[in-house]
């Protein structure tokens, strides 16, 4: 499986950015596609998770802000991001995980967002 994000850029605090994550290969191998961004000088974190079935899951920190969506035709899944806070500002990865890990075993590159306040 290959996840390619994209859509990151400069936005002004309040505003709002889509990212996208292409995926192709087999990408029935992946039941789950997760969001996560690393700011900078801290760890990387889980921001929302999608699952095949369309169950959907979010960090505290963006509940409200955040939707994670896929469409399964265009192999593509995306994260709206409402109301940005400068405290977003991240590098964000999509990842994909198998049906029955825990972990997420495929990356895509990251994509920079910088919120300024």
């Known amino acids: 499986v290959q996840l390619q994000a994209s859509g990151g850029g400069l936005v002004q605090a309040g505003g709002s950015l889509r990212l996208s994550c292409a995926a192709s290969?087999?990408?029935?191998?992946?039941?789950?596609l997760g969001w996560y961004r690393q700011p900078p000088g801290k760890q990387r974190e889980l921001v929302a998770s999608?699952?095949?079935?369309?169950?959907?899951n979010y960090a505290d920190s963006v509940k409200g802000r955040f939707t994670i969506s896929r469409d399964i035709a265009k192999r593509t899944a995306y994260l709206q991001m409402n109301s940005l806070k400068p405290e977003d500002t991240a590098v964000y990865y999509c990842?994909?995980?198998?049906?029955?890990?825990?972990?997420?075993?495929?990356w895509g590159q990251g994509t920079l967002v910088t919120v300024s306040s």
């Open positions: 999608i699952t095949n079935s369309g169950s959907t």
């Open positions: 290969g087999n990408i029935f191998s992946i039941n789950t």
């Open positions: 990842a994909g995980r198998r049906p029955g890990r825990d972990e997420y075993g495929f």
